[in-house]
């Protein structure tokens, strides 16, 4: 199945996303609150997009199971985990105003970008094997949390929501969509779509450690660069 292939293909990639410092400090309650509130802004905004991929893909299909299930998807998010989010917005007093203040950083830009192409250049199956990791991924990570948890009550919160049945059964259906679209003909298309995204999750991580933005290189950085180029 496609599932089995995309999940040998970037096991190492999620392997890291699993060990990710990020990841690690959240379990622990070492990761700093500032960071977990850049983290959420910035999976504000990937959220908003990644559910109009869904109702876009869907409006695109001539397969009214995907169409269904797409559609059902962007509406299962808004009532799970986008109203989860709001609810840890409010614990920690984000604002409209700071979301405004805080632009979309490069790696999450870049994420939702190369979503947006695997559904123009190969059409509704493209956005499916895109938008899989992120599901499939943040179930794996919940379950590997669960027994240990966290001392920190909203990252406990954090962990909980992806260890949910209702976040699971959800991620279920998408492997289950996966392998519907999935020919031999357009799987190697659907694998590159796969291990993009799953490369992103990673780097998402490091994003929010980060607390990357569009700053330009300082000085001694710029010319580090020149001198390797």
């Known amino acids: 199945m496609f599932t089995d292939q995309a999940h040998t293909a970037t096991k190492s990639c999620w392997e890291a996303s699993k060990r990710h410092p990020f990841i690690q400090q959240l379990q622990a309650g070492t990761l700093p609150l500032a960071t977990f509130r850049y983290y959420l802004i910035q999976d504000h905004y990937y959220l908003k997009e990644f559910g109009a991929i869904h109702d876009l893909a869907a409006d695109q299909s001539d397969d009214a199971l995907v169409a269904q299930q797409l559609h059902a998807g962007a509406e299962h998010l808004r009532q799970g985990e986008v109203a989860i989010r709001q609810e840890f917005f409010d614990r920690l007093k984000i604002t409209p105003a700071e979301i405004a203040a805080t632009p979309v950083a490069p790696t999450g830009y870049a994420y939702t970008s ?6 123009l250049t190969h059409g509704p199956a493209g956005a499916v ?3 899989l990791p992120c599901y499939w ?7 590997s949390l669960a027994n240990q948890g966290s001392p920190v009550p909203i990252y406990q919160a954090w962990i909980d929501t992806y260890n949910a049945d209702d976040y699971t059964g959800s991620m279920t259906d998408q492997l289950a969509l996966a392998n ?16 993009k995204s799953s ?17 330009l290189p300082t000085a001694a950085s710029a010319s580090d660069f020149s001198t390797s180029h």
């Open 114 to 119: 190369h979503l947006y192409r695997e559904l």
């Open 129 to 131: 094997a895109g938008l």
């Open 137 to 143: 991924l943040y179930a794996e990570i919940g379950r």
């Open 180 to 195: 519907h679209v999935a020919t031999p003909e357009n799987t190697p298309q659907l694998l590159a779509a796969f291990e």
């Open 199 to 215: 490369w992103y999750e990673l780097n998402f991580w490091q994003m929010a450690l980060d607390h990357e933005d569009w700053s």
